[in-house]
């Protein structure tokens, strides 16, 4: 199995395929194939995972590649569409900018973080290429939070900030210990879950889940 996946380049592939839908949401116009690409997005991170397991054949990769699967790939985009099913608004993305030019400047991002770590960063063990993916989905991420009006569609960029975090945290360690895995993931599904009673409660409230209708608040 392990010359099986060498040979084949799996881990460049599945790499390639997290780094294609984090950019491919910037595409999108609705709501539902965003939470489609994150679930896709976290899917190949637990089989990047799962590859990674039998390289080396440690354990805990197996378990981390379960966790990530259930956690991200299934509960998360769960509680995801239950919110964007409540709170009953347009599920339209409303960007600040157009689809094209968010797909330019993503794959500008790309380009840079590529050129910048082209030299002297090499990961043992890994494809040299999962580190500068992980950074590029950071990226892509943030881009999405600032250019998007629905909070929904941010609270969807920093989930996959966070997927492009643990990609990098992963290409840099070669799995982190599993204890700390399971903390993040805890973690991130409280915020989701937190996320989601605060957006259906700003509905009811305000009628928009449209941030820039929220700056008739201020004072």
């Keep these: 199995m392990k010359n099986w996946i060498e040979a084949f380049s799996v881990i460049d592939y599945i790499s390639a395929g997290i780094l294609l839908t984090a950019v491919s949401i910037n595409s999108f116009r609705r709501i539902e194939p965003c939470v489609k690409a994150y679930t896709l997005n976290s899917w190949l991170l637990s089989a990047l995972t799962a590859a990674s397991a039998f390289m080396t054949g440690e354990a805990h990769l197996y378990a981390a590649s379960v966790v990530t699967f259930f956690s991200k790939g299934v509960l998360i985009?769960?509680?995801l569409r239950k919110i964007v099913k409540q709170i009953k608004a347009t599920h339209d993305v409303e960007p600040y900018i157009s689809n094209a030019l968010?797909?330019?400047?993503?794959?500008?991002?790309?380009?840079?973080?590529?050129?910048?770590?082209?030299?002297?960063?090499?990961v043992t063990g890994l494809s040299e290429n999962v580190l500068q993916i992980s950074i590029a989905v950071m990226l892509i991420g943030l881009f999405i939070m600032i250019t998007r009006k629905k909070a929904v569609i941010q609270v969807i960029g920093l989930l996959f900030m966070e997927n492009g975090l643990f990609l990098s945290g992963f290409a840099l360690t070669f799995g982190m210990p599993l204890i700390i895995e399971?903390?993040?993931?805890?973690?991130?599904?409280?915020?989701?879950?937190?996320?989601?009673?605060?957006?259906?409660?700003?509905?009811k409230s305000f009628a928009s889940s449209d941030l820039d209708k929220l700056t008739i608040l201020k004072g």
Excluded: E, H, N, T
Excluded at 183 to 199: A, C, E, K, P, S
């Design 77 to 79: 985009p769960l509680f």
């Design 102 to 122: 968010s797909l330019a400047i993503s794959s500008v991002l790309v380009i840079v973080v590529y050129a910048s770590l082209k030299q002297g960063i090499f």
């Design 182 to 203: 399971l903390g993040v993931l805890f973690d991130m599904l409280m915020g989701i879950i937190i996320l989601g009673i605060f957006l259906i409660q700003i509905r």
